[in-house]
Structures are given as C-alpha cells and as structure tokens.
Nanobody, 127 residues
Framework: QVQLVESGGGLVQAGGSLRLACAAS????????LGWFRQAPGKEREFVAA????????YYVDSVKGRFTIFRDNAQNTVYLQMSSLKPEDTAVYYC????????????????????WGQGTQVTVSS
C-alpha cells in the first residue's frame, strides 16, 4: 500500500524558513515526478512545485519562485520543500503528491494528473 507522509510543518514568523519532507513507502518513486501543493482556508488547492525523477528539472508557481526549493533523495524515497522568506499568504496545508509523467521535451506538463497524495502538513506564517 502506497503511503506518503508529510512532516516539517509548523508555526513560523514572516521572513522565516521551514523545510517540509514527504516520505514515501509501499513502492519506490525514483522514476516518478513528485510535487507539492497547498490549500489555504476557503481556497482551492494550488500547485506549488514539482521535480522530475532525476531531480535535474524543477517547476514552480510564480508566487514562490526564488523563495522555495524542491529537491529529492531517491535513495530515501523522500521529497523536500525548502521554504524561505515566508509570507503570511504562504499559510496553508501543504501536500505532497506523485505522478508518472513529467512532460514532453523536458517541459513540465501542468495537465498531467497526480495519482498519490499525502495527508498534508499545516504551515502557518504569522505577520
């Protein structure tokens, strides 16, 4: 049974940093694309970042570019999201997810579905 477990969330002041981790079990995901999403209260779930199987390509939503970094450790079957310069608007439940396809010609395909999801970890940024 596939399981994704996020950790590392918490309360941080604006300008601070957090590192989220998502550990996968039940199968290896070294050939899969891994992503992070978030959902703030009263809002729809939003894509945050994705990383290709080798870790050589990443893709971010504009609002986190330059502040967040996604990286992975395939030996540990884990994906991370390093978040810096946090803002109150980054407050949300953060979810990791897995899908098969990165995209064509090296570009991230935003339309490919994610097939496995974690339960989420709360990140709260105070002003």
């Amino acid at each position: 049974q596939v399981q994704l477990v996020e950790s590392g969330g918490g309360l941080v002041q604006a300008g601070g940093s957090l590192r989220l981790a998502c550990a996968a079990s039940g199968r290896t995901f070294s050939t899969h694309t891994l992503g992070w999403f978030r959902q703030a209260p009263g809002k729809e779930r939003e894509f945050v970042a994705a990383i290709n199987p080798s870790g050589g390509r990443t893709y971010y939503v504009d609002s986190v570019k330059g502040r967040f970094t996604i990286f992975r450790d395939n030996a540990q079957n884990t994906v991370y999201l390093q978040m810096s310069s946090l803002k109150p608007e980054d407050t949300a439940v953060y979810y990791c997810a897995v899908r098969y396809i990165w995209g064509q010609s090296g570009s991230y395909d935003i339309n490919q579905p994610y097939i496995y999801w974690g339960q989420g970890t709360q990140v709260t940024v105070s002003s």
